[in-house]
Structure formats: C-alpha cells, structure tokens
C-alpha cells in the first residue's frame, strides 16, 4: 500500500508510534517530519541545556545586550499590531499542542464525536467557551473531553476511581 497515508509514526527514540502531530517539522526529512517526537527531543535538549547551562547563558545574555534595543523596538511593535483574534488561535494552538499533543483540528473532532457535550454529565460548556482536554496525569494520554465542573472535580479526586464511588455514595446516601 505504497499510497497509503500515515497518520501515526514511531519515534526513533523512545519507539513509541504517536501521531504525526507529535513530531516536528524537518524539511530535509522524507516525510518533512522529524525523526525523534517532540517529547524525546524536548528531554534531549533539556539535558543539552542542563549539561552547558553556563554556556547557554552566557551567549544568550551577550545577544540581549547586543540587541537590547532592537529587541524591545521589535516586541513593542508586534504588541502594537497584533490581531487579539489571532493571537488567541495561536495561543490555543500553542496550548493544546505543548500539554496534550492534539492539533485545534484533533480537538473539534473529538468535540463533534461528543455533539459538544460534557462525556461524564454530557451537559454543554457553560462557564467557558469550549470544552477542556481530560488527561491521565500519570501517562499523559487524552482521555475525552469534559465541562470544567466535571475535569476539576476528577483532578480534586485525583482520578481515584475509589475516592470517585465513594463521593457518590456519600451525595446519594444525603440526598433528600
């Protein structure tokens, strides 16, 4: 199936097969994807950094010296005139990419798969404008997506099935 296409690869890291939202851009690359996922090349460079931390500093405080001015005139600009729109599409981008490795595209399909609606009380958003991303804080891994009152009160729980029954039993045992 040479015109098959791939919406999973394995990094050459960790070996784990993640979506290809999960790799960086690398036009020398066959596919124009990096080989390493975004996770493993983040602990790399992490330890890259930790290793020549001295270095590392050092060269980016003489260019902020070097370009202090051109810096500032620069970022004041852009503050200037940016879009507030696209700065929130970006952000949220941003966000949803760097904490759950989900493009905005993943996100409204996991949204209509839902009909916009909460997976545990299956009510709509109402104290924000979208839907929240619900993850399994010890492996990462996307779970659905909740209404803030339900994802806040699971991580209040800290996801513990047990402590979750037993809170219900208490509300039913109360309830009149």
Known sequence: MANEIRLEKPCTKCAIIKPLSGFSQNRAAGDGLASECKACKKISA???YAANKEKYDARNKAHYQANREKTLARQKEYVKNRDPAERTAYMRQYRLMSSYGIS???FKAMEALQNGLCY???QEEIRHASLVVD???ATGKVRKLLCTPCNTSLGFANDDPVRLRAMADYVEAHHQ
């Open 135 to 137: 993850h399994d804080h």
């Open 104 to 106: 905005v595209a993943d």
């Open 46 to 48: 992490a330890a890259r």
């Open 120 to 122: 545990i009380c299956g």
